[in-house]
């Protein structure tokens, strides 16, 4: 059994999905994530971003390690009582994008980066409903993920909308206008 398939078991329930309902989830599959899988997606994110810029790359990476993988952590002691229900239409659209993008991934990957990618997408975006890279992720052009009164901002989410990888359809973020 997949995480995919506990998704598709949550969104038969006709009233809606549940925060309470995805969290449980969520927490299920962050505890078959050890230090040792945090530690090998590291190593391959280290070694993808060896020929990015090294003042971008160490921001980045700073970003990505602190904010991104470690998440794994907040989700598994999350004990909070998450009220409302998640839109289903979203929430299946989102699991498609996220299934399709997992397929790719789990070609180039050899850990569980697909799996997390999957869990934090989630989590940052229905959960906790907040962009998917925190605030203060930097992007190329000296840009970054912002927070102007209680809404997100990002510099690069129009321009990879279409982009088969890309999160930012999930994401709640709007674009940043310069």
Do not use: W
């Not at 970003?63 to 929430?91: A, C, P, Q, T, W």
């Amino acid at each position: 059994m997949s995480i995919y398939d506990d998704f598709d078991d949550i969104t038969i329930e006709e009233n809606g999905i549940s925060k309470v309902g995805l969290l449980s989830i969520l927490k299920n599959y962050s505890e078959t994530i050890s230090v040792f899988d945090l530690m090998q997606i590291t190593g391959e994110m280290m070694k993808d971003g060896q020929y990015i810029q090294k003042g971008y790359r160490e921001k980045s990476h700073e970003v990505y390690v602190r904010h991104f993988l470690m998440r794994i952590n907040d989700i598994k002691s999350d004990d909070n009582e998450y009220g409302g229900i998640i839109d289903k239409e979203d929430f299946i659209e989102s699991i498609a994008r996220l299934k399709s993008y997992n397929l790719e991934e789990s070609k180039t990957f050899k850990s569980k980066f697909p799996l997390i990618y999957t869990i934090i997408s989630l989590y940052t975006t229905y959960i906790l409903e907040e962009p998917i890279h925190p605030v203060g992720t930097p992007f190329p052009g000296s840009l970054y993920v912002e927070e102007k009164d209680g809404i997100y901002y990002c510099p690069v989410k129009d321009a990879n909308l279409e982009s088969p990888n890309a999160v930012c359809k999930i994401c709640i973020a709007k674009q940043l206008e310069f």
